[in-house]
């Protein structure tokens, strides 16, 4: 039975052979840009050549799809979700059911990969979705094509261990404290374009020094010159990063509400799906058949559509 993922030791399985990496480990560092989106995509999205709307719209449904759950599930599948548009691309006017099917889709995988129960219920509120289990399956292996399988994601959570031993922080409290405030920067930072073309460990290490200015000012040069001492660091993109997220900060939040973007989409009964879905099945669904050869199956949803975790943790 493999281990349940966990965003702080991504690398961790229950194959004893293969013990978690230590602090010191240089294997997150050399495979973090392989579960970045594209810098195509980025430039795209900061361009407005990519409908930044798509985006928001994908985010959107994917926080109501998770609104009964903490942070880090819905942080999971919009990393699954930007890396499936990086690859695969999307329509220049995408149905609005489909985007949500992506997102919905996006979130089935990342609770199967943190051993989150949910039902299809959960879809099926105030938003009026019709998604089946066939559907959701479906549109699983292509996402799960798209990402090469590639489910257990580097993120900024992966190097806060790493990066919170170069403070000089002794009281657990105050290490505590200064994680909790890193998450939530960490949290934020994920809508922010600008934050997406930087290593996921650019990001923690500029999280941890921008939470290290907010709760203890007076120690804030020396941290900044700790943290800037190591050898995985470009202290450029660093500065530049704790810059944004002071931005970020003070900007708060100005975007569309979930509601307010939700509002204006429309329901399209699934039974269309093979009209418009068939720009991204024709592309991976060879990809899709050949590793399914070679990969565990997704387990079948049981008759109550009740998902389950699933065998789906490859790096």
């Known amino acids: 039975m493999l281990m349940e993922f966990d965003l702080e030791n991504p690398l961790a399985n229950s194959n004893h052979l293969c013990p978690p990496p230590s602090p010191n480990s240089t294997s997150l560092f050399l495979l973090e840009s392989d579960h970045m989106p594209s810098h195509h995509y980025i430039q795209s999205l900061k361009a407005g050549a990519f409908p930044t709307s798509v985006r928001r719209h994908a985010i959107a449904s994917i926080s109501l799809f998770c609104c009964r759950f903490g942070p880090f599930l819905p942080y999971l599948a919009v990393n699954y979700l930007d890396r499936f548009l990086s690859s695969q691309g999307i329509p220049q006017q995408p149905k609005t059911w489909v985007v949500r099917l992506v997102a919905c889709s996006c979130v089935s995988l990342a609770a199967k990969m943190t051993k989150t129960e949910f039902s299809l219920i959960d879809f099926q509120g105030d938003g009026g979705f019709i998604f089946d289990a066939q559907t959701i399956e ?31 922080l002794k009281d657990p409290p105050l290490r ?140």
């Open 138 to 168: 479906r549109m699983e292996y292509l996402i799960l094509g798209a990402l090469k399988w590639r489910m257990r994601s580097i993120t900024p959570f992966s190097f806060i261990s790493f990066f919170i031993s170069f403070f000089n």
């Open 176 to 315: 505590q404290a200064l994680k909790a405030r890193a998450v939530e920067l960490i949290l934020k930072a994920q809508m922010d374009t600008r934050l997406m073309e930087l290593r996921p460990s650019i990001i923690a290490a500029s999280a941890l020094l921008s939470a290290s200015h907010q709760l203890f000012p007076l120690q804030f040069p020396c941290f900044r010159k700790a943290i800037s001492s190591c050898s995985y660091v470009n202290k450029e993109n660093m500065l530049q990063c704790c810059n944004w997220m002071q931005e970020m900060e003070k900007e708060g939040e100005q975007s569309e509400s979930v509601d307010e973007i939700m509002a204006s989409s429309s329901n399209t009964p699934v039974n269309v799906l093979d009209q418009h879905f068939s720009c991204w099945e024709s592309e991976i669904a060879a990809d899709a058949t050949t590793t399914d050869t070679k990969r565990p199956r997704i387990n079948d949803y049981p008759d109550n559509h009740s998902v389950h975790f699933s065998q789906l943790q490859h790096c």
